[in-house]
């Protein structure tokens, strides 16, 4: 299959990403305007300029928008805030559709706001993330399930993405995992991808790529040892899908595992973002063809444009061609 026609394919699919659907802020500051308060004495960030994106789960929707698929949807938790009705703008504004997003006046918008100096256009200074960091009611818990249930027939393909590294406070509970694991075995013929940064190994039946790094964390809470293949049959996992960065992805199913690189990058102007636009295209190109080194391969291709470009890059069509 040609790239036209996997990008032909590709934009028919209807795709519902899960999870923590974050806000990314962008935040120019001049180093200039760093006056002391007068009441503390502590200076001032001045920031000049703000731009906003979709973060975490919704960076993967903005990468399967710009891939072309028509029909994106997100699912997740927003609070009641200015974040939430920014983070609504930036989804509207990428045709994503953010009516599954479910408000709840409780909590804060998962924000990450990113802190950039105009002089050298580097972000050189701590992020300040807005985190929620108390589990999610058990009425808010199943509210999440119960829209997950009525609405997750409509797409072909679900990627979910637990971005939460805290212990609590995370969309993807126990419950909605759950949910999630009995929807992929009663529909084996829907594409469920999972990327979890600290939980990988408590998914069952489902697509787990995680990078290398988490990969080798969940594999030693689980196993107590490094052994990937052992992980994947602990997870039931028709594939565990590990990134190892620019040397490309180790691919292990029930029959083994194979090596599928790709080409080294060797001044990538930033990688962030790079994880979650391999999901969305390799999630994609698995959809049509299931063939897993052909979704690596694409996945890959779609990761080496995005890490050429500032923050979280995105790969259209007209590039991958």
């Not at 256009?121 to 818990?141: C, N």
């Not at 249930?149 to 909605?176: C, H, K, Y």
Request: net charge negative; charged share 20%.
């Amino acid at each position: 299959m040609t790239t036209a026609e996997l990008l032909e394919k590709i934009a028919a699919l209807r795709v519902l990403v899960v999870g923590d659907i974050c806000l990314d802020r962008w935040c120019w500051y001049d180093p200039g305007l760093a006056l002391p308060s007068a009441e503390t004495g502590i200076p001032r960030i001045g920031v000049v300029r703000t731009e906003i994106t979709p973060g975490a789960g919704g960076t993967v929707a903005n990468n399967l928008a710009a891939l072309g698929v028509a029909n994106v949807a997100v699912l997740g938790v927003v609070g009641a805030d200015g974040f939430a009705w920014e983070l609504r703008q930036a989804l509207a504004a990428r045709g994503i559709d953010g009516s599954l997003l479910l408000e709840v006046p409780a909590l804060q918008t998962f924000t990450y706001t990113k802190l950039i100096n105009t002089h050298t256009d580097e972000e050189d200074l701590p992020r300040v993330d807005f985190v929620v960091t108390r589990a999610l009611s058990e009425e808010v818990e199943m509210r999440l399930v119960r829209k997950f249930i009525d609405n997750v027939m409509r797409f072909d393909v679900v990627i979910v993405s637990d971005q939460a590294e805290t212990s609590a406070g995370g969309v993807v509970t126990p419950a909605l995992r759950g949910a999630i694991e009995s929807m992929a075995a009663a529909y084996p013929e829907k594409v469920v991808w999972v990327d979890s940064r600290a939980r990988a190994e408590h998914f069952q039946g489902v697509i787990v790529k995680p990078n290398l790094k988490e990969a080798n964390e969940a594999s030693m809470r689980a196993l107590g040892r490094i052994d990937f293949p052992a992980l994947r049959a602990h997870c039931a996992a028709p594939l565990l899908v590990v990134t190892h960065g620019g040397e490309g992805v180790r691919i292990y199913d029930s029959t083994g595992e194979e090596w599928v690189k790709t080409e080294a990058i060797s001044s990538p102007v930033d990688i962030c973002g790079a994880g979650d636009s391999f999901s969305a295209g390799a999630a994609c190109a698995y959809a049509v063809t299931r063939n897993a080194v052909t979704a690596a391969e694409f996945g890959n291709r779609v990761a080496s444009i995005t890490i050429m470009k500032k923050g979280t890059g995105t790969a259209t069509p007209a590039q991958l061609l």
